[in-house]
Nanobody, 125 residues
Framework: QVQLRESGGGLVQAGGSLRLSCAAS????????MAWFRQAPGKERELVAV????????IYADSVKGRFTISRDNAKNTVYLQMNSLKPEDTAVYYC??????????????????WGQGTQVTVSS
């Protein structure tokens, strides 16, 4: 069982930056691929970024490439999402998710075993 808790959301002006954190419970954090998803009002939840269990591989949605960076610290059981050059269209609830021992980086919601409660990010124009 893994519990995930996001933090770091808030209100920021367009062009600004935020860093989200997701702290995980349990002693097997390094066995999980970790991802950030987001869901805007009236829209489906979508993948933002995913990182492998070792941190050596990442995948980003086209909409955030070059602006967002996912990273992890396995010693601290934490995954991060650094968000720069934020746009109003980045406004959403951001969710952290964990997938146990996948052979390939999972990109679909159904591949993830655990989810956090989400943190709101609002970007004003």
């Amino acid at each position: 069982q893994v519990q995930l808790r996001e933090s770091g959301g808030g209100l920021v002006q367009a062009g600004g930056s935020l860093r989200l954190s997701c702290a995980a419970s349990g002693r097997t954090f390094s066995s999980y691929a970790m991802a950030w998803f987001r869901q805007a009002p009236g829209k489906e939840r979508e993948l933002v970024a995913v990182i492998s269990s070792s941190g050596g591989s990442t995948i980003y949605a086209d909409s955030v490439k070059g602006r967002f960076t996912i990273s992890r610290d396995n010693a601290k059981n934490t995954v991060y999402l650094q968000m720069n050059s934020l746009k109003p269209e980045d406004t959403a609830v951001y969710y952290c998710a964990a997938a146990y021992k996948r052979a390939m980086l999972p990109t679909t919601m159904s591949s993830y075993d655990y989810w956090g409660q989400g943190t709101q990010v609002t970007v004003s124009s």
